[in-house]
C-alpha cells in the first residue's frame, strides 16, 4: 500500500490550504485514515483522523479550523486547512490502516510541507 500527499505549500497567515492523499496498491477500504504533523524540533502529533464510519477526532489545535473528509470509494482523505498560522507551519503525513483487526497495520505517506508566513 502506497500513501501520497499532495498539496502542500506556501501560505500567508489566514490563508487556506487543502491536502489531499491517495491510497493505492490495494483493493480494500481503508480502516481509518488521517493526519499528522511534524514541526521542526518537535514530536508527530494528530492533527485529525476519521474512522471508517467517519468518526472524526481533531487535535486541540486544529478544532474549528480543520476538517477532514473521506472519499471511500476512492480510498482518498482530504484535509482542508482554513485561518492558518505560522505555528501550523509542518510536514503533514498522511495515514491509513488497512486490513482485518488483529492484523491491521498503518501505512505512511512521505510527507508534504506546509509553511505558514506571518
Known amino acids: 500500500v502506497q500513501l501520497v500527499e499532495t498539496g502542500g505549500g506556501l501560505v500567508q497567515a489566514g490563508g487556506s490550504l487543502r491536502l489531499s492523499c491517495a491510497a493505492s496498491?490495494?483493493?480494500?477500504?481503508?480502516?481509518?485514515m488521517g493526519w499528522y504533523r511534524q514541526a521542526q524540533g518537535k514530536q508527530r502529533e494528530l492533527v485529525a483522523g476519521?474512522?471508517?464510519?467517519?468518526?472524526?477526532n481533531y487535535g486541540d489545535s486544529v478544532k474549528g479550523r480543520f476538517t477532514i473528509s473521506r472519499d471511500n470509494h476512492k480510498n482518498t482523505v482530504h484535509l482542508q486547512m482554513n485561518s492558518l498560522k505560522p505555528e501550523d507551519t509542518a510536514v503533514y503525513y498522511c495515514?491509513?490502516?488497512?486490513?482485518?483487526?488483529?492484523?491491521?497495520?498503518?501505512?505512511w505517506g512521505q510527507g508534504t510541507q506546509v509553511t505558514v508566513s506571518p
Open positions: 476519521m474512522s471508517d464510519e467517519e468518526h472524526t
Open positions: 496498491g490495494t483493493t480494500e477500504r481503508a480502516n481509518a
Open positions: 495515514v491509513g490502516s488497512f486490513g482485518a483487526e488483529p492484523h491491521a497495520r498503518d501505512y
